[in-house]
Nanobody, 126 residues
Framework: QVQLVESGGGSVQAGGSLRLSCAAS????????MGWFRQAPGKEREGVAT???????SYADSAKGRFTISQDNAKNTLYLQMNNLKPEDTAMYYC????????????????????WGQGTQVTVSS
């Protein structure tokens, strides 16, 4: 059973930085697409960034130039470094994985990802 556990969220002022982590366990996919998504109150869940087993990266326009997704395969951990945070980045952040597929074949839509963590809250004040 796949388990994803996010951590690293918190409250920061605009312009600050946070680093989210997602510890993954229980799966042995040799091919996968992992991603970070976020959901603000009253809004739909949206993709932020993805990375796959080939190291292919993809970012939403809102994340480009400010966020960096990375992975440590030895630790089975996914990261999201978020810099220059803005109040509009306030949301619950989730990590997710789609096994047996690369991100090249996986649009950055929540419906394509089958396993999810419980989320970590990020709050950015102005």
């Amino acid at each position: 059973q796949v388990q994803l556990v996010e951590s690293g969220g918190g409250s920061v002022q605009a312009g600050g930085s946070l680093r989210l982590s997602c510890a993954a366990s229980g799966y042995t996919y040799s091919r996968y697409c992992m991603g970070w998504f976020r959901q603000a109150p009253g809004k739909e869940r949206e993709g932020v960034a993805t990375i796959d087993s080939d190291g292919r990266l993809s970012y939403a326009d809102s994340a480009k130039g400010r966020f960096t997704i990375s992975q440590d395969n030895a630790k089975n951990t996914l990261y999201l470094q978020m810099n220059n945070l803005k109040p509009e980045d306030t949301a619950m952040y989730y990590c997710a994985v789609r096994g047996l597929s690369s991100c090249k074949l996986t649009p950055m839509f929540p419906s394509f990802f089958g396993d999810w963590g419980q989320g970590t809250q990020v709050t950015v004040s102005s």
